[in-house]
């Protein structure tokens, strides 16, 4: 269509694993955390009207998130809580 511009886009992302570098008193604390991915699908469209006297954009967008990482708290019997990720 004449005037209309649309747009959509897939893409994939990582954020490697790691171990845990706060303190803690059981190994159980020190267990490593799993590679997070995300994919995010985008898309989109500008347009105008009028005469260009209104401008009509519109975009949606949805990730998928597997193993996601988030820094929380953990209770510690000997230290009470500890960061944890």
Known sequence: MDGILA???VSKGYKA???GNFG???D???TPT???SVVTY???FKTQLFDRKLSLNARCSIR???DKQIKSKRVDPLFG?????
């Open 17 to 19: 694993g790691s171990f």
């Open 81 to 85: 809580a500890l960061l944890a990720l």
């Open 24 to 26: 803690g008193a059981f």
């Open 42 to 44: 985008e898309g989109g």
């Open 34 to 36: 799993s590679q997070e």
């Open 28 to 30: 159980s604390q020190y």
């Open 64 to 66: 998928n998130y597997k």
């Open 7 to 9: 747009y959509a886009n």
